[in-house]
């Protein structure tokens, strides 16, 4: 594959890419559909479902937020894995500390809500990870239109924290609009045409 390039000798870097996947060096852009315009004056990301209150932010009001900072690898279904990835912006954890979302207990599942109808569902769990942040922020820089501007989930592996559920990075959506808590899991966009529910990058759980 034309770009992708294995360094074997690199023992170290060898134990942090899963089965199936190749090593890049680029940032492959992928995704279904035209890269939406951004309207700062229109735009809200909305929080709702199964929490005690709504919740509506205007894109200055997010960006007033506290962000976090995370490195990470990201590992693709299309068999990329890209190493060591730097990420900044706000993770669904300041949120419910800042008391602005406050999920019922019956909330269990998070359906991440983007542009263009498009859905991707998580558990709960997995979004309040360390290694599951809502991107403003890649290498440094906001992130750029093909990559999600002005936000997307990311979800990546954090190398040596075994304890956290790693999932490919379609469980990210790109162009992200808002959160809607759930009782119960409902398959987003991909996973209704066949990927795995669960996508487990060590499991490569690809396709149902």
């Known amino acids: 594959m034309k770009g992708l390039m294995f360094n074997v000798n690199d023992k170290e870097a060898a134990k942090r890419i899963p089965p199936g996947q190749l090593l890049t060096q680029r940032f492959p852009v992928l995704h279904y559909g035209p890269v939406p315009k951004f309207d700062e004056k229109s735009w809200l990301f909305r929080v709702w479902g199964e929490v005690e209150a709504p919740l509506k932010m205007s894109w200055a009001e997010f960006s007033s937020l506290p962000r976090s900072k995370v490195k990470m690898d990201l590992h693709c279904v ?81 190398p040596g924290r075994l304890e956290l559920k790693d999932v490919y990075l379609w469980k990210g959506a790109k162009w992200l609009r808002g959160l809607e808590l759930s009782a119960a899991d409902r398959p987003g966009f991909w996973e209704r045409v066949g990927y795995h529910n669960e996508a487990d990058i060590w499991l490569e759980q690809r396709r149902e």
Do not use: M
């Open 78 to 158: 299309t068999t990329w894995s890209k190493l060591d990835t730097e990420w900044e912006g706000v993770s669904l954890n300041t949120l419910l500390e800042l008391g602005l979302v406050k999920p019922k207990p019956e909330a269990r599942f998070v359906i991440q809500h983007a542009e263009y109808g498009f859905t991707v569902n998580l558990p709960l769990a997995v979004v309040r990870q360390d290694n599951f942040l809502l991107a403003t922020h890649y290498d440094g820089k906001p992130l750029s239109p093909e990559h999600g501007y002005p936000l997307r989930g990311v979800c990546g592996a954090i």
